[in-house]
């Protein structure tokens, strides 16, 4: 009986023994493998610029592709080609419409640009974690210590969503050595000032079904 015992207990060991990885794995820490990933595409748009400025109904062109695309905050607008020094100003006064100003050095694109024409880019960024949700491996056994499959979804989804410049994941924001300090006590000139929820006392409220 004691044998019978014995050979049970190393074949459970052994069983214990091929489910357990001895080497580093990703998700053993604190911190999450399900993270936002920020990926970028680019919009093209080829306007007429003979002579280095946009030919006539190219403007009208122009603002209603920016209308189309739902141009706003978190988008980055390039101007590109041989024209693009006295086109820029009309597609910067076109953008600033919209809040948005021209940023230098325009990303690298399919296909040249046209003889007198510019090329206008428009990169739009978009944050989400991939892979989410993901059950894909059982809570237990869990002899490795590893963290749940789903680790992190929750949490780094909703960043993902709310965040309004997907960039702002990847750097923070260059001052230039200046600060503003009106931008950085906002939040708590806001919460100092705002009004208490229970200011007025509680509200007296009937749960009770009136009879009619």
């Known amino acids: 009986m004691r044998t019978k015992l014995a050979i049970l207990v190393l074949a459970s060991a ?24 920020v990926t970028t595409a680019d919009y093209v748009f080829d306007a007429s610029a003979p002579g280095g400025t946009l030919a006539p109904g190219e403007g009208e062109r122009l603002s209603g592709w920016f209308q189309g695309l739902g141009l706003g905050y978190g988008d980055t607008v390039y101007v590109d ?11 910067a006064h076109l953008a600033a419409r919209y809040g948005m100003t021209v940023t230098p050095g325009a990303p690298v694109t399919a296909g040249v640009v046209p003889a007198d024409s510019v090329r ?9 974690v991939p892979g989410c949700p993901n059950w894909t491996v059982p809570s237990q056994p869990n002899y490795n210590n ?10 780094n989804s909703n960043l993902a969503a709310m965040v309004a410049n997907p960039e702002d994941l990847l750097h923070g924001h260059d001052v230039g050595g200046t600060s503003d300090t009106r ?18 006392g509680l509200k007296d409220i009937n749960t009770k079904k009136d009879d009619k």
Do not use: W
């Open 183 to 200: 931008t950085a006590t906002k939040a708590i000139t806001f919460y100092r000032t705002s009004p208490q929820t229970g200011e007025h």
């Open 81 to 91: 080609g041989a024209y693009a020094g006295g086109a820029e100003a009309q597609v």
């Open 14 to 37: 052994a069983a214990s023994g091929c489910s357990y990885t001895p080497h580093d794995q990703p998700d053993r820490g604190l911190a999450a493998t399900n993270v936002p990933v």
């Open 146 to 155: 590893r963290s749940m499959s789903n680790f992190g979804c929750g949490v």
């Open 120 to 128: 206008v880019v428009v990169s739009r960024r978009r944050a989400e």
